[in-house]
């Protein structure tokens, strides 16, 4: 096979890049990215070099910095350097070494595209923004990584031990979301990669650390698949098969997913609603739940504790790291545990609201405040506006979330009644009663925010002045 030929139609074939792009070629100094490198200059490519040091390997990562800085100016090419203390960032993420080398590459690679958009506009007349973060009417980058075929097939292995699904069997994208990530050499054995590297005479540097199988990665290459290939000597090639299957298995799959989420699953603010007879009769069952719940950060493991909520009494529920699945009557409601989680925007949990106040804003939602004589005011009915006697009001008014012991005497009653048990009249949801807010004045409650207000405070023949509050939720 002509390495170089079949290079150039896979890059047309998926799409990948267009001749005049700014590439630059993620180097480490080993073999693949130097044949990478090679392959982009007989091709004709406009490209640089990007080299991450991560500190890992001692004298060895300073030789492999060295290396690359000397083919750059070999190809003279534009060159990117960055040394990463990795082994610290790891420390204080608590993550592999692997994966931190993963992130700060990734992280670095993303700042880098960004720099570079700024500078294009800059220079850009039109100021073309069609593709935000990467792309603009002159300007067009990407990174290229040098992963081949061997390295699809022992990711594809490495998920699917690991139980990622269905996901996880189509391997490593040739493109990732980001856009600006391509790996132009997945199509590309390592053996056609050496006989490259040896027709041409190319010098690179060994990375030691490949020959350990300490890390996964290097125990699925150098003993797993070699194992695998005394048993069934073709099977490289059947998991290359195999890989074009499952991506097209994972587009069938993902589109009944969505029809199933569409048929169950109904947003309400922040919240997700599921009508649990619906979702019982969901086929297959556990696989529909996990692909609902896998979005709030909840786990595999969790899936089968979701199911019995089904079957289980109202005010049950499970939790992920961020939200809760709440067993609600007829429904599973997903929630973050505070709108406060998931937005993090200037939330008080005590509020003060003086008599000048016009508008008071909180956990999304907004208050608007006047005061007008009686005479001249139109009586409203809605449950969102407050209209009270203002002569009977002490400021300031303190408004804050309800709390077990609150009690009030609902309008047209003269009993008090607690507001738990109000609540449960009212029929709301564990969520919901969370996120009920009160008003009180000089320690008496004047009205469930949105709900009702109290008798003691409502407006009568003897009103002189009407303090309005009307309330509006913000978060939709």
């Not at 990711?155 to 979301?177: A, C, Q, R, W």
């Not at 899936?303 to 067993?327: A, D, F, M």
């Not at 804003?361 to 405040?369: E, G, I, M, P, R």
């Not at 005479?375 to 303190?398: C, G, H, T, V």
């Amino acid at each position: 096979m002509d390495l170089l030929k079949t290079f150039k139609e896979y890059i047309e074939q998926q799409n990948l890049f267009r001749p005049k792009d700014k590439l630059m070629v993620a180097l480490s100094g080993g073999i693949d990215s130097v044949v990478l490198c090679e392959l982009c200059r007989q091709a004709g490519f406009n490209f640089g070099i990007i080299h991450c040091n991560f500190q890992l390997r001692g004298e060895e990562s300073e030789r492999d910095e060295k290396f690359v800085k000397e083919l750059a100016n070999k190809y003279d090419v534009e060159i990117a350097v960055k040394k990463f203390d990795t082994e610290k960032y790891a420390e204080e993420k608590k993550i592999s070494i692997q994966v931190a080398a993963r992130n700060l590459r990734y992280g670095w690679f993303k700042e880098y595209v960004n720099e570079q958009y700024i500078k294009s506009l800059a220079n850009d007349e039109h100021k073309t923004t069609s593709i935000p973060g990467w792309h603009a009417s002159n300007f067009r980058l990407f990174f290229l990584i040098a992963h081949h075929a061997e390295d699809n097939i022992e990711t594809l292995l490495m998920n699917f031990f690991k139980g990622s699904g269905v996901k996880g069997l189509h391997g490593i994208p040739v493109k990732d979301k980001v856009g600006y990530i391509v790996r132009p050499l997945l199509f590309a054995k390592k053996q056609m990669i050496k006989k490259f590297a040896e027709d041409y005479k190319l010098e690179y540097v060994e990375d030691s650390s490949n020959a350990s199988s300490k890390y996964t990665r290097n125990y699925f290459r150098n003993e797993l698949i070699p194992g695998l290939k005394k048993v069934y000597p073709e099977v490289e090639d059947n998991l290359l098969d195999n890989i074009e299957r499952f991506k097209d298995i994972e587009i069938l799959y993902n589109q009944a997913i969505d029809l199933h989420k569409q048929k169950l699953v109904k947003k309400h603010g922040f919240e997700t609603h599921i009508p649990v007879l619906k979702l019982q009769k969901a086929e297959p069952l556990a696989t529909i739940v996990y692909e609902i719940i896998k979005d709030y950060d909840f786990t595999p493991r969790q899936t089968n504790e979701v199911i019995t909520l089904l079957k289980s009494e109202s005010g049950k529920y499970i939790q992920s790291s961020s939200h809760r699945i709440i067993r609600n009557r007829k429904w599973l409601i997903i929630a973050p545990y505070t709108t406060f989680v998931q937005h993090p925007v200037i939330c008080a949990q005590h509020i003060l609201i003086e008599e000048n106040d016009k508008e008071i804003v909180f956990d999304f939602a907004a208050l608007k405040l006047h005061i007008e004589k009686y005479s001249r005011f139109n009586i409203q009915n809605s449950p969102s506006i407050a209209q009270l006697d203002l002569a009977e009001i002490k400021f300031p008014l303190l408004l804050r979330k309800w709390k077990q012991g609150d009690y009030f005497y609902p309008l047209g009653m003269q009993k008090k009644k607690k507001l738990s048990r109000f609540f449960i009249d009212q029929k709301l949801s564990l969520t919901e009663k969370e996120n009920v807010w009160v008003i009180e004045s000089n320690k008496k409650i004047l009205w469930i925010v949105g709900m009702r207000i109290d008798d003691r405070f409502k407006i009568t023949n003897k009103t002189k002045a009407i303090f309005q509050i009307a309330f509006k939720n913000t978060d939709a």
